[in-house]
Structure formats: C-alpha cells, structure tokens
C-alpha cells in the first residue's frame, strides 16, 4: 500500500496568479469529471437567469480551473499540475473507472525528463496532466539538468 500526502485543498479565496478556463458542453457532467480527478467545485456562479455560467475548481493551491459553458475547441487546452503526492497509479485507475463517455486517461506514463504523468482528456476534448518527479532518479535528474543551457539559478 502506498502512502499519499497529498495537501489539504485551501478552500480560501485569494488572487490567483494563474488558472485555466475550459469551455465546456456540459457543466455538470465536466465537474463530476474534475471531481473525479481530485478538484472540489469551490464555487458555482449563476447568470441572471439563475443557471450555473461559471463553476470554480481547485485541486490544490494555485491548482484552479474555470469550467464555462459554451463549444469547446477539442486539443486548444492542455495544463499541467504537480501531483502533490497523489499516488498517480490509484488517480489513474480512479479516472478508468470513471463512467464518463469521452472521458480519455493515459498513465501513468515516465518521460524522459524524469517525471510520472497521468493525463486525462476530458470528454470536451480539454487536456490536465498531473505530474511528479521520479524520486528514485532525482540523482540521475540532477545529472540531466546540469547539461541545460540557459538562464536559471541551480546550474552548475
């Protein structure tokens, strides 16, 4: 069995200094899926005529997403979050077992820039990847990014 720990979700509201906003079919059956994925519906906001035109949620801090109503453009959005750490092997077979029709989930998968990703595409065509740092290989990582050029701080 493994162990998660995974933070608390800050239910406060404060500036965020980034989130993403999907444009969704159907608001109801996109939250369940975000649910699903671990976000709590912080708010549902209604129009004037009283029906829901904005639900917010959040993940974690800083981990926000704006779902509206409207025609998604399938493939225009993909965000990546850090895991926090989720055992991604158990939010994988959570979102498998997830009875959304169009809902897609990958992983978890090892990329060559030692993380594990779990991406879900949820059924409007909106992409998150979850993402963590392979622990066992954080040595090797260091190794990697040493061979980076750039600017930023950590370079050898």
């Known amino acids: 069995m493994s162990e998660t720990t995974e933070p608390a979700i800050d239910r406060t509201i404060y ?21 699903a994925a671990g976000f ?44 926090g750490g989720a055992d991604l092997t158990a939010l994988a077979t959570t ?8 809902l897609g989930v990958e992983g978890p998968a090892d990329t060559a820039w030692y993380t594990t990703d779990v991406t879900l595409d949820d059924p409007d065509g909106n992409r998150v990847t979850f993402t963590a740092p392979r622990e066992a290989e954080l040595d090797r990582a260091k190794e990697w990014a040493a061979t980076f050029e750039g600017d930023w701080v950590g370079k050898n």
């Open 15 to 35: 500036p965020m200094p980034m989130f993403a906003t999907f444009r969704v079919r159907d608001l109801a059956a996109a939250t369940a899926c975000y649910q």
């Open 40 to 83: 709590i519906a912080l708010a549902t906001i209604p129009g004037t005529d009283g029906t829901p035109v904005l639900v917010h949620l959040r993940r974690m801090k800083y981990q926000d997403l704006l779902l509206v109503p409207g025609e998604p453009a399938p493939g225009s959005t993909t965000v990546t979050f850090a895991a």
């Open 95 to 102: 979102l498998g077992e997830c009875d959304l029709p169009g």
